[in-house]
Structure formats: C-alpha cells, structure tokens
C-alpha cells in the first residue's frame, strides 16, 4: 500500500471510529506512519484530506444504494420505501462520514439523486405520481437528509423508528397518486389515500414522464414548452374542494 492510500485509510478509520466528525492531521500522521510532511505532499492541506474522505463516503453510500437498487419491487412506490430505509441505516451506521457527506461547501454525489429519480420514473410511467418527478425527488432527498440528520444530532429525540416511518409515509402521501385498480399487486405498505382533486395533477405527470422517454411528432421547442406546463400542472396544490366544485348541483 502506498503512502497516500496509508493516509486515506487512517483518516477513515480514525473518522468511523471519532466520537465527532473532527480528527487531526497529527493523529492521521501518527496512524498512517508518515510525517505531516508526506501528508501535505500528498494532499495539500487537511481541507483536501477530509475532502478525499467525503468521497469515499460517497463510495460507501452508493455501494449500499445499488445493492438496494438491484431488488426492485412490484410497487415502485415500495421502492422508494426501501430506498428512504437504506438512507437512514446508512446513517445511523456511519454518522461522522454522513455528516461529513451534507456539510455545508461539500459537492454532493450526483449519483444517489439519479437512482431516486430512475425509481419516481417508475411510479409516473404507471401513473403513481401526483407531482412532477423533480418537485417528489426534491422532497425525498430533503426529507430524508433532515430525518437522518436529526437522528444521528438528537437521538435521543428523534432516534424512535415510529418518528421515521411516519415522515417517510406522510412524504410519499404527498407525492404519490392511488394505484390504479388494474389488479396491480398492493404495495407492502399501505399509503394514506391523497386528497381529492389531484387527478390532473397525476396525469400531467405521467405524460411528462412518457413525453421525456417516448418519441413524438414534437419539434424540441414544442417539446421543452410542451413539459414547461406539464410540470406547472403536476406541482399546483391540490384543492380538497374540486370535486365539489365540478359536476356537483347545489342544493336549494
């Protein structure tokens, strides 16, 4: 093994193995067998070694959503279920690398919200999305990083898996639209059924999705304008009223 990778792999066992997410240069030094020398030459500077951390952290994480990946459900929606599950385990197991991973100035892996969005893909193409799949994987990925956050911060507030699982249901209840009764098997987990009216929303949606992976007679211009209002249609609120407002006669 050659000196840079000694230190690489100090600094991550020393940070998997911290109190905190602070670990010195001369405690890396000591663990590597290298002088604080050898570690500038080959790093630069202790910001640029915690930044080769954070990667490999990333590395870790990925490795961990692929495997999850791999184990597709009938139900996309149970999918996103085990996705949400795997963000938080991660977490609670490697909680110095994962507040490295969402601290402020750190570019983020591209990778883990191309997975999320390859699944809500999924749930628009059958029809399961009430909001476009930019606004639900916005509301995942926030969701999900503030649940693990508080976590691993206030476990002794925020640590009961009841907490977890309940904001893991209310999210997708906000994204999500009713299955459509196709005889499609039922997802393992029950979702809340959305209020009324989101009808349009969900199939603005779907034909967003369809109009981003199928070929059309559209030219691009009519194509990107085409999605401009379906994504407009698919995220405006709900109103719980719509269905009182179109159909219904009044009483007198």
């Known amino acids: 093994m050659d000196a840079k990778t000694r230190i690489l792999e100090a ?19 000591e663990a590597a067998g290298i002088t604080a020398p050898a570690l500038y030459h080959h790093f630069g500077d202790k910001e640029r070694l915690l930044s080769a951390v954070v990667d490999r952290g990333w590395a870790r994480f990925l490795e961990s959503k692929r495997a999850v990946a791999a184990r597709a459900h009938e139900d996309p929606l ?37 997975m999320l969005i390859a699944v809500l893909e999924r749930c628009a193409q059958r029809g399961r999305l009430r909001v476009s799949i930019e606004t639900a994987a916005r509301m995942l990925m926030a969701a999900a990083s503030g649940a693990a956050l508080s976590i691993i911060s206030r476990p002794e507030l925020f640590a009961e898996d009841r907490f977890a699982t309940h904001l893991r249901e209310a999210v997708i209840a906000g994204i999500s639209a009713l299955a459509d009764a196709s005889g499609a098997k039922r997802s393992r987990v029950q979702t809340p059924s959305p209020p009324t009216g989101v009808a349009l929303s969900a199939a603005a949606a779907t034909l967003s999705s369809k109009l981003r992976t199928e070929p059309t007679s559209l030219t691009d211009t009519e194509r990107a304008l085409m999605q401009q209002w379906l994504t407009t249609l698919a995220d405006a609120p709900a109103r719980p009223d719509a269905d009182r407002s179109h159909g219904r006669k009044r009483k007198s």
Do not use: K, Q
Request: hydrophobic share 40%; with cysteine; glycine share 4%.
């Open 11 to 29: 600094a991550v066992d020393l940070l998997s193995r911290s109190a905190d997410p602070e670990i010195s240069t001369r405690e890396v030094c």
């Open 78 to 114: 149970d999918d996103i279920r085990s996705g949400w599950d795997n963000h938080l385990a991660f977490a609670r197991e490697n909680p110095n690398f994962y507040r490295l991973m969402w601290s402020a100035g750190v570019v983020a892996s591209s990778a883990a919200p191309e």
